[in-house]
């Protein structure tokens, strides 16, 4: 920082991964429901989760801002730490950016270079018939943390520093899961230096319309069994305290998850069990890739077609 651009040092025999996310105020977040600091770690989590679903291991950021003219100073170093915070934990150097005034809402663009050996980051469109479906921790509890916000229950800001211990009460997890996504870019690296890997994606819209991606872009189709797929303890444990949640819909088709959707042919399963012993993060097997295309369910009332319900952000 401090020259009119950065100079990047490239690793030889490695090959350049570039994404960047667009955080629009009242779009990604809101300020009445975060703290800065979770709005600024999420406003990087996002780009670097595309990294992670990329195999790669992220090196460098970039981070744009347009900041309403009330916005105060403390809010921004708040911000601001959040975003270091994570970057550090990943050792990723912010290398650059830019601020404005905006005239609107508070817009944050978060883009991040990430490097990978040549010819293993893994893309969206190399699924085969025949190959497992995976995917890594459990699902629903950010779409579920979205509801709650949305019906008015907000979490205090003591609660947020304490984010990812288990000993949370269920609404809590589930806020937090929201607000404070974790990119799985160790878990990314492993699949991808496995080597067995056809096509991976990170769940941002949710698992059904990500895996409509990955099936539509390998020209093939998928079958999902409801009952192998991992639903997040809070989403059970509020459903079943009389919590308006259908478990099984919010793991399908919740956005906003942030964990890895991959595909790997079957004899691979030992080898992408043991990668995932030393990482303290579950892989499940959640169904098959087929010939026909679209996507199916398989439950106890038989096979039925299942749509790509994507779901929306905020508004
Ligand atoms: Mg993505």
Redesign the pocket.
């Known amino acids: 920082v401090g020259d009119d651009a950065a100079v990047l040092e490239v690793n030889p025999g490695f090959e350049l991964i570039a994404c960047c996310d667009l955080s629009v105020e009242g779009v990604h977040f809101r300020r009445e429901w975060a703290p800065p600091r979770l709005i600024g770690h999420k406003a990087l989590a996002v780009t670097l989760?595309?990294v992670a679903?990329m195999g790669a291991l992220a090196r460098f950021a970039m981070v744009s801002m347009a900041l309403p003219k009330s916005t105060s100073a403390q809010f921004i170093d708040e911000l601001l730490a959040g975003m270091f915070e994570l970057a550090e934990a990943w050792q990723v150097s912010i290398v650059g950016g830019d601020t404005s005034v905006s005239p609107g809402p508070l817009i944050i663009d978060t883009s991040v270079i990430g490097e990978c050996e040549k010819g293993l980051a893994l893309k969206r469109g190399g699924a085969r018939p025949g190959d497992t479906i995976y995917v890594t921790g459990s699902l629903g509890a950010s779409a579920l943390g979205l509801q709650l916000l949305n019906s008015g229950i907000t979490i205090d800001a003591g609660a947020t520093e304490t984010a990812g211990e288990a000993a949370q009460p269920p609404q809590v997890e589930a806020i937090l899961r929201h607000l404070k996504p974790e990119p799985r870019l160790d878990a990314g690296r492993a699949i991808a230096q496995a080597r067995v890997a056809t096509a991976m994606?990170?769940i941002?819209d949710g698992l059904s319309t990500d895996l409509s991606h990955i099936v539509e872009e390998s020209g093939c189709g998928a079958v999902i069994q409801a009952s192998s797929v991992p639903i997040a303890g809070c989403v059970t444990a509020l459903a079943s305290s009389g919590f308006d949640v259908v478990p099984l819909d919010v793991a399908l088709h919740g956005g906003e998850e942030y964990e890895l959707l991959f595909t790997a042919p079957p004899e691979a399963a030992a080898r992408i069990a043991d990668r995932f012993r030393s990482l303290s993060l579950q892989c499940t097997a959640i169904g098959e890739v087929i010939e026909r295309p679209g996507l199916h369910l398989a439950s106890e009332g038989g096979l039925e077609p299942m749509r790509p319900l994507g779901f929306e952000h905020l508004i």
């Open positions: 989760s595309d679903a994606i990170d941002s």
